[in-house]
Structure formats: C-alpha cells, structure tokens
C-alpha cells in the first residue's frame, strides 16, 4: 500500500489535485536534509551507526570535497514529507508521467526523473518506460 495519495477538487475553472502523505512520522519520505542545511537527501536512521552518545540520530554519510573524504551528517527528523515538497511550485498535472486517465482520488508512487520528481497512479508504470520495453 502507498503512503502516498492525491486527491482533486473541481474548482470554479479547473481542477486542482493535492497531494498527501499518510506515511508514519519515522518514514524514508520524512527523513530528508532540509537543502539549507545540507545538500544531500537521503536521511535513514538504518544507514548509519549509533552515535558517539549511543543516539540513533538521523544522520548519514555524504562525501566532501574539502575533506576529501566522507563525513557524517547529522540532522533531526524534519516532519513533513520531503517527496510533496517537490511539487510545491508545478500543478499535479505538469509532474504526471502515467498515461492518459480521468483524474480520480487514489495511492500513487513517485518517480524520480534525473532533477527531480513525477508521480503516477500506484497501478501504473511510467509511460515512457512501458513504451520504451515495447521497442525490445
């Protein structure tokens, strides 16, 4: 099951999706860097051992160029889902990569695209890798 979904509205001119995240406070999704403190995303608990004070903070390994080296960062939990943030500036419809559908409410997954994210239906695959297995 996703722990992500959208919702849409019809509004006066158009139709408005919104997206949700019913992941638990401890999920992947609600772990990431804010950008300002650190460039990286990935923030897992898991991926990283105790430290020095036996805590298990978020934190993870990141490589720095001026160290030359790989080094720890550490960070809190930031709360809200850092995959919904990537659609703060584009409507649901410019960031849909499945195929052609009426909207409807439902589980969806995300879909990392090179910059940044997409989504589609948790049914679906993304178009352009299905029309891409029809060439093999």
Known sequence: MSD??????????SVHGTFHCDAPADAECRSYADPKICGCELMSPEAAP???????RWRHLAYDPAAD??????HD????CSKLVW???LTAQESYCGDET????GPIKFEWDGEGYDWCYA????AAQREGSDDQ
């Open 4 to 13: 992500h979904r959208i919702t849409w509205t019809l509004e006066r001119d």
């Open 50 to 56: 105790p430290a020095p004070d036996g805590s298990r």
């Open 69 to 74: 080296d790989d080094v720890w960062h550490e």
């Open 77 to 80: 939990r930031t709360g809200s």
């Open 87 to 89: 659609f703060d500036d």
């Open 102 to 105: 009426p909207p409807r409410d």
């Open 123 to 126: 049914d679906e695959q993304r």
